[in-house]
């Protein structure tokens, strides 16, 4: 059990490449901790400094309270579960299960001991005599999560540990993982470009781009304050339409002026109207959910919109369109399967309650 710290943790590589600025996340003992954000914005590179793969250039990074910069890989007491699970192919599971114990030179009972305790906790225990080629991807990945637990350690480190699985597979073992480590209690970062994962595993989310964090929070906090348009884009499936306005007040009403458009944002806008009084005039970014669009009659904050296309899901559909209220953009609008849409232009009706604000350079304002 272990709390993590990165203070302020800078990782340049030898060809410049910023990785990490000014990083800093404070990770609380037990805690599953999810680190999201497209390829290339750094994650892997934290879970690495962590695990003492690589130097950091600046900064610190501690474990409970001891500064570990300087410590090597197998004294950081760190397990770490990559998207690559190399099993050894010619060995068991039980040997595979062992194999890191008999690397750390621990006694037989000791290693049977925690063998049979990975193997009751991730339901392999009738698989034991099996070889790696015999078994499930699932039941594959399974046992590498079983190599890390054997060892017992204060910190476990997962690298996207379910991107090679198929999308069910992926689901189910999701709920697994989630299920184990709440029962085992390890202080856990976990790393995924998957926004659905990031939400549904993640006590709390650390979103990161180019290096940098966003925003930490709990998943429905990221969704329901985004601190900018980043987080407002990539959090949601689809993520929020963003389109540039400005704010007018209107007999004491606030409207979002959209070239030759406009809507009234309702008094129980997320944002307080005080607050948007002061916006008036400025440049924004308005931003409103898929789902925050219901569609409309002819009434007065109706926007028109040219369908472009239709995605059916089953249970809902996205629609996509353009508008000349967008600045060109396509946005998306979510809707119920039952609705059918017969034209391409129709109009929708943005509900005035949902509206989000940002700056000209993306800062959320509430
Ligand atoms: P993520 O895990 O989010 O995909 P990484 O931490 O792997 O991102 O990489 C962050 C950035 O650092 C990327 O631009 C990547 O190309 C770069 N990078 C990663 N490893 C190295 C390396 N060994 N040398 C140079 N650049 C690297």
Known sequence: ????????????????????????????????????????????????????????????????????????????????????????????VRQNLAFPLKMMKRGRADTER???????????????????????????????MGRAIVREPRVFLMDEPLSNLDARLRVSIRADIAGLQKKMGTTTLYVTHDQVEAMTLGERVAVMNEGRLQQLGAPQDLYEKPANTFVAGFIGNPGMNLFSAQLAKVDNRIQVMLGDYKITVSDTNVVAPDTLASCTGQDLIVGLRPESFIPGSGDDDTLPARISSVETLGHEQLIYFTAPWSGGKTLVARQGSLQHIAHHEVLLKPDTSQLYFFTAEGVAIY
């Open 114 to 144: 925690r063998v049979q305790q990975a193997a009751a906790l991730l339901e392999l225990t009738a698989l034991l005599e099996r070889k790696p080629g015999q078994l499930s991807g699932g039941q594959r990945q399974r046992v590498a």
């Open 1 to 92: 059990m272990a709390q993590v710290q990165f203070q302020h943790v800078y990782k340049t590589y030898d060809d410049g490449t910023q990785a990490l600025v000014d990083f800093d996340l404070q990770v609380q003992d037990g805690e599953f901790m999810v680190l999201v954000g497209s390829s290339g914005c750094g994650k892997s590179t934290a879970l690495r400094l962590l695990a003492g793969l690589e130097t950091l250039t600046a900064g610190n990074i501690l474990i409970d309270d001891d500064d570990i910069n300087d410590k090597p890989p197998q004294q950081r007491n760190i397990a770490m579960v990559f998207q690559n699970y190399a099993l050894y192919p010619h060995m068991t």
